[in-house]
């Protein structure tokens, strides 16, 4: 590096799949021709794709890109997600609804869950879920696209998708190449850093090339090529409260159309996911092999797919954490790179999102000034741990006592952040949120009252204003108004059928 700063000429990524493409897509748009994009990736080294479920903000991700979202579903052989299903979490036997939007819409100051809770300790036998759109819409298999005017509760719903990851990252590829960014075949077995800045210089590939680069993103995966094995950088293991390290996954054919929400069962020793796709159903069990062998879990997935098995099941290893920091010296990691939460609540590909649009906010110069490093370390710190949260609510908050996983999970000590939130929730229902949280208050919310988390009482102001207000009643009509516009949306198949579908035409 040159002692005057100045910008950045050469941007090397390493690894592919869905975080590198990603990458080098945005990058590629965002950068244009300032700056030379090599990515280098091997086709001897698999890619993990289990990330097939995402959340809403994949949708901005897209739109920044001008990716026409109909073409991109196609191509990815998507479908259209309303939120997740949770089964026999809290007991076997129950189920609720993590909802992709709000609960039907405010009609005072006062937040509808808490007249939700007044009408309930009243004796009112509705569900929370009853008065959200994007349940009520998912649980007939509907779909449509939510209208714009907020007056109407088919504006209160939001979505997202599941796609093939593999399709995806080659969707990403060809726009990427597309707009100048080269791709470079082969493995690195070599990183070079020069000792007295701690930058990387450059990498260097089994087959004698040297790619050079004056900044670095890493995104090889669990393997942190640049960011551990090369800057040494060091892991927080968080597996004392998300003790799951392993997965087993294998497709299946669909017997029936796909269904427009992720579905997330509750297992012995972990949870198994089901995402359906237009051509197939993705399945996953997610476990921890201290109360588990391998054998076994592949045993209960494959005795449990919907379908006939398209694939054999694989074995994926990883330890929940995140990266001490994100940003060192010359490097981002990006990914798996990064950290890893399991896929409870499909924030995989979203922490790749999020982590490229930091990097895009505080794009440096070649000094790589210890500001951008800082803030970037900081606000990514704070994202991981609100998600971490998060997941261990689903977790902690657990009546089953039937496994020796789940006695565990509901009796460990939990972040004093997390307690915080609960005790808040179960004396009058209030939902306190922290700085950074991607997961707003309806989906805590869902996940609250989905796991057993009561609160004790209804806000003093909710009781105050109940009748006042008719609340009971507009709860009631609330109820009424969205069965109906639920009643009239397109099944989620006829939706993608008429605008994006994947099967080839007869």
């Given at each position: ?31 244009g021709?300032a ?54 979490w ?8 993590h ?58 719903f ?10 995806y ?115 996953g069990?997610?476990?921890?092999n ?5 054998d ?9 797919l ?62 790589c ?10 606000i ?32 460990m ?8 939130k ?85």
């Amino acid at each position: 590096m040159s002692d005057a700063p100045r910008p950045i000429r050469q941007v090397v990524i390493v690894g592919g799949g869905t975080a590198g493409w990603m990458s080098a897509a945005a990058l590629a748009n965002a950068l244009g021709p300032a700056a030379i994009i090599t990515l280098v990736e091997s086709d001897q080294i698999g890619t993990i794709g289990v990330g097939e479920a995402t959340i809403p903000p994949i949708r901005m991700f897209n739109q920044s890109l001008g990716i026409d979202e109909n073409t991109f579903v196609r191509e990815t052989f998507g479908t259209f997600k309303l939120g997740i299903q949770f089964v026999d979490w809290r007991r076997k036997g129950e189920a609720y609804f993590h909802p992709f939007g709000q609960y039907g819409a405010d009609f005072d100051a006062v937040p509808l869950h808490q007249y939700w809770l007044h009408a309930r300790q009243n004796g009112d036998k509705s569900d929370i879920a009853d008065h959200c759109m994007a349940w009520v819409a998912a649980s007939m298999g509907k779909f449509d696209q939510p209208i714009p005017d907020r007056r109407r509760v088919q504006s209160t719903f939001d979505y997202a998708y599941h796609f093939d990851a593999t399709a995806y990252a080659a969707f990403l590829r060809r726009y990427a190449e597309a707009r100048g960014v080269k791709r470079v075949e082969g493995k690195v077995n070599h990183v070079a850093v020069k000792g007295e800045s701690g930058f990387i210089e450059s990498v260097h590939l089994e087959d004698g090339q040297t790619i050079k680069g004056e900044f670095f993103v890493d995104c090889s995966g669990f393997r942190g090529l640049l960011i551990e094995q090369a800057l040494r950088t060091g892991y927080e293991d968080w597996s004392h409260w998300l003790p799951a390290n392993s997965a087993v996954a294998a497709p299946c054919e669909a017997p029936e159309d796909p269904i427009p929400y992720t579905r997330a069962t509750a297992r012995e020793a972990g949870w198994q996911w089901r995402i359906p796709l237009q051509h197939r159903i993705g399945n996953g069990y997610v476990f921890c092999n201290d109360y588990i062998s391998d054998d076994d879990a592949t045993e209960t997935l494959m005795a449990n797919l919907p379908g006939k098995a398209t694939a054999e099941p694989r074995i994926l290893r990883f330890t929940t954490g995140r990266r001490r920091k994100f940003w060192n010296a010359n490097c981002v990691a990006i990914g798996l790179a990064a950290g890893f939460m399991e896929p409870l609540e499909s924030t995989s590909i979203h922490l790749i999102q999020s982590g490229i649009t930091r990097l895009l906010a505080l794009f440096p110069d070649t000094s790589c000034d210890q500001g951008a490093q800082d803030e970037f370390n900081r606000i990514t710190m704070l994202e991981y741990e609100r998600i971490r949260d998060f997941l261990i609510l689903h977790y902690c908050a657990t009546e089953r006592d039937d496994a020796p996983l789940w006695n565990y999970v509901r009796t460990m000590p939990i972040p004093d952040s997390l307690r915080y939130k609960i005790d808040q929730f179960r004396s009058y229902g209030r939902i306190v949120a922290s700085d950074f949280e991607l997961f707003q208050n309806p989906s805590w919310l869902a996940v609250y009252l989905g796991q057993g988390v009561d609160p004790e009482r209804c806000t003093p102001l909710a009781a105050a204003r109940a009748s006042a207000v008719r609340s009971t009643e507009k709860l009631a009509g609330l109820r009424q108004v969205i069965r109906e516009a639920a009643n009239v949306m397109p099944t989620h198949q006829q939706y993608i059928d008429r605008f994006c579908s994947a099967r080839s035409p007869v």
